[in-house]
T-cell receptor
Framework: AQKVTQAQTEISVVEKEDVTLDCVYE???????LFWYKQPPSGELVFLIRRNSFDEQNEISGRYSWNFQKSTSSFNFTITASQVVDSAVYFCALSDVYSGAGSYQLTFGKGTKLSVIP | SAVISQKPSRDICQRGTSLTIQCQVDSQVTMMFWYRQQPGQSLTLIATANQGSEATYESGFVIDKFPISRPNLTFSTLTVSNMSPEDSSIYLC??????????FGPGTRLTVL
């Protein structure tokens, strides 16, 4: 069965520090997708990135970067020069169960609460 | 992307009553998903709703407790029946418009007294 582990329950950093959020996943499928979502205090889920299992290239988007390593089944997320607005709960998710009509359901990790202190 | 709205945004309900949550999408999608997020917890999939067929429920969730309707390609409802305080959660609907990005509604915050 698929599983996503985010070992870090809570992290606190001082503004402008870099921070890495860890995500380790388990799946028996060779085709799957990995996601990161941000949930700020307001509660909505904000999509950050989707990566498929055949694309191990690291990705950078502004201050955000993602390191996907199939050898260690990890998909870590780094925020560079953190800002107070980055304070949120971050969820890593795995999609490998086909729901039909081109859609896959998500399995979420427990989330990491990031607090950026001014 | 897809824009999703949910109604109500929040509600406080009495034990034993039922609440129906509506999810509206701005585009036609085949599959819609309903998730539950209990306080301080992660998201758990309740069911997958395909237009024109019965919803598929995950282990631990049953149709009698969480009946779902999917009358067309832009709308779905989730009913939380015979509520108890343990049902206090955020309920979210989501869609995957077909490009692999799954988008979520703003959620419905339910408190059961």
């Amino acid at each position: 069965a698929q599983k996503v582990t985010q070992a870090q329950t809570e992290i606190s950093v001082v503004e402008k520090e870099d921070v890495t959020l860890d995500c380790v996943y388990e799946t028996r499928d060779t085709t799957y997708y990995l996601f990161w979502y941000k949930q700020p205090p307001s509660g909505e889920l904000v999509f950050l990135i989707r990566r498929n299992s055949f694309d191990e290239q690291n990705e950078i988007s502004g201050r955000y970067s993602w390191n996907f390593q199939k050898s260690t089944s990890s998909f870590n997320f780094t925020i560079t020069a953190s800002q107070v607005v980055d304070s949120a709960v971050y969820f890593c998710a795995l999609s490998d169960v086909y729901s039909g009509a081109g859609s896959y359901q998500l399995t979420f990790g427990k989330g990491t609460k990031l607090s950026v202190i001014p | 992307s897809a824009v999703i709205s949910q109604k109500p945004s929040r509600d406080i309900c009495q034990r034993g009553t039922s609440l129906t949550i509506q999810c509206q999408v701005d585009s036609q999608v085949t599959m819609m998903f309903w998730y539950r997020q209990q306080p301080g917890q992660s998201l758990t999939l309740i069911a997958t709703a395909n237009q024109g067929s019965e919803a598929t429920y995950e282990s631990g969730f049953v149709i009698d407790k969480f009946p779902i309707s999917r009358p067309n390609l832009t709308f779905s409802t989730l009913t939380v029946s015979n509520m108890s305080p343990e049902d206090s959660s955020i309920y979210l609907c989501s869609v995957e418009p077909g490009k692999g990005e799954q988008f979520f509604g703003p959620g419905t915050r339910l408190t059961v007294l």
